[in-house]
Nanobody, 119 residues
């Protein structure tokens, strides 16, 4: 129900833009985010866009990555600049709905898109 696109191979110092779109069955989104996971690390939340809207970044990508989009429309983007080999990972799109006291909230994940930074 979350579909990512835009991954690929890029040289160090290059740029990539990831996109994520939620299906129409997901509504009342509270936040959307990008996570990444490489073979030797735990999954890391890279950037968040809330319905405030508010943006939050991991220290490792601050000033290089920019998250944008519209949680009402269920779409987010991740502009990645000045990429370094350590950014190599599978990037996952994530969405969380509003919390409802009687129901809780729902979480959704995309299948991931590979980003490889290498010369």
């Amino acid at each position: 129900q979350l579909l990512e696109s835009g991954g690929g191979l890029v040289q160090p110092g290059g740029s990539l833009r990831l996109s994520c779109a939620a299906s129409g069955s997901i509504s009342s989104i509270f936040e959307m985010a990008w996570y990444r996971q490489s073979a030797d690390k735990q999954r890391e939340r890279v950037a968040t866009l809330t319905n405030g809207p508010r943006t939050i970044y991991a220290h490792s990508v601050k000033d290089r990555f920019t998250i944008s989009g519209d949680t009402d429309k269920g779409t987010i983007y991740l502009q990645m600049n000045t990429l370094i080999p350590e950014d190599t990972a599978v990037y996952f799109c994530y969405a969380r709905t509003d919390y409802i006291p009687s129901e809780g909230y729902q979480e959704f994940w995309g299948q991931g898109t590979q980003v490889t930074v290498s010369s």
